[in-house]
């Protein structure tokens, strides 16, 4: 009897050691920003975002860049931007943990700007007749969203949770987000919900164990909120911490320009 709870021990212990290992790796090679302070970090857009003069029709981004400090060594922020035919300012949506509400939904004219000195990158981009259809049904959502006073980084709900649950409920919105977007995978109700990227499944308990099986996402395990997993449609290993690791996932929504 001893013996197996020892092995059970050790094989727990070897688990919570694969999982971390990713992301002490991160913080051991410095590879998130977190020197100095957060408010003189670099907030540069980064070009992802067209200009009105290139692009007057509706537009639809969702974007990710490493979370601030010891957080980026484990995941990702996501955020959500919209602009209507015609305007010049952005809508931008996502949740932050030091405001309050959580949250947040304002006016910008640079929705793709760096994170806290870490780079955005693009996840989705949804243009023309496309985005302007999707932009009412994305603040309806972003109004409905069920937890707009809380956030936890772990397991969540947080700010990747936030963008998952929008992207489920707003039709023909697709993104495939980060095995790095960590709470992506917490689900409010029930244990069984769609993937992100449109044709799949994710199976969560808590946010705690789950299991994605996508088209686009391939196979993700989730344990502790901590995912690995493998794509064979664009070949890709994906560890917990250090993220994608092989091609490069398709930006969804780019054949609707």
Same mark, same amino acid.
């Given at each position: 009897?001893?013996?197996?709870?020892?092995?059970?021990?050790?094989?727990?212990?070897?688990?919570?050691?694969?999982?971390?290992?990713?992301?002490?790796?991160?913080?051991?090679?410095?590879?998130?920003?977190?020197?100095?302070?957060?408010?003189?970090?670099?907030?540069?857009? @980064?070009?992802?975002?067209?200009?009105? #003069?290139?692009?007057?029709?509706?537009?639809? %981004?969702?974007?990710?860049?490493? =979370?601030?400090?010891?957080?980026? =060594?484990?995941?990702?922020?996501?955020?959500?931007?919209?602009?209507?035919?015609?305007?010049? #300012?952005?809508?931008?949506?996502?949740?932050?943990?030091?405001?309050?509400?959580?949250? %947040?939904?304002?006016?910008?004219?640079?929705?793709?700007? #760096?994170?806290?000195?870490?780079?955005?990158?693009?996840? =989705?981009?949804?243009?023309?007749?496309?985005?302007?259809?999707? +932009?009412?049904? +994305?603040?309806?959502?972003?109004?409905?969203?069920? =937890?707009?006073?809380?956030?936890?980084?772990?397991? &969540? *709900?947080?700010?990747?949770?936030?963008?998952?649950? @929008?992207?489920?409920?707003?039709?023909?919105?697709?993104?495939?987000?980060?095995?790095?977007?960590?709470? /992506?995978?917490?689900?409010?109700?029930?244990?069984?919900?769609?993937?992100?990227?449109?044709?799949?499944?994710?199976?969560?308990?808590?946010?705690?164990?789950?299991?994605?099986? &996508?088209?686009?996402?391939?196979?993700?395990?989730?344990?502790?909120?901590?995912?690995?997993?493998?794509?064979? &449609?664009?070949?890709?290993? /994906?560890? *917990? &911490?250090?993220?994608?690791?092989?091609?490069?996932?398709?930006?969804?929504?780019?054949?609707?320009?």
């Amino acid at each position: 009897m001893l013996r197996r709870i020892l092995r059970a021990i050790s094989g727990l212990a070897l688990m919570l050691a694969l999982l971390l290992a990713g992301p002490l790796w991160m913080l051991a090679t410095e590879r998130v920003e977190g020197r100095g302070h957060w408010s003189s970090a670099d907030r540069t857009p @980064v070009g992802l975002a067209p200009p009105p #003069a290139e692009a007057s029709q509706a537009v639809v %981004q969702l974007y990710a860049a490493r =979370a601030w400090g010891w957080r980026g =060594a484990f995941g990702v922020h996501t955020w959500i931007a919209t602009r209507d035919a015609g305007a010049d #300012a952005w809508r931008m949506h996502q949740l932050l943990s030091w405001r309050r509400p959580v949250l %947040q939904s304002r006016t910008t004219p640079t929705p793709d700007r #760096a994170w806290y000195g870490n780079p955005t990158t693009l996840l =989705a981009d949804y243009r023309g007749e496309v985005a302007a259809a999707m +932009i009412p049904e +994305i603040e309806a959502a972003v109004a409905a969203y069920p =937890a707009p006073s809380t956030y936890r980084a772990w397991p &969540g *709900p947080n700010s990747n949770t936030f963008t998952a649950w @929008v992207v489920r409920e707003v039709v023909g919105l697709e993104a495939t987000l980060p095995v790095t977007a960590v709470g /992506k995978d917490y689900l409010f109700d029930g244990v069984l919900a769609t993937a992100p990227g449109g044709r799949g499944v994710t199976i969560s308990l808590g946010g705690l164990l789950g299991l994605t099986l &996508g088209r686009d996402e391939g196979l993700e395990l989730s344990l502790l909120a901590l995912a690995l997993g493998i794509d064979v &449609g664009r070949p890709a290993l /994906k560890l *917990p &911490g250090i993220g994608r690791l092989g091609m490069a996932p398709a930006i969804k929504g780019e054949g609707s320009r």
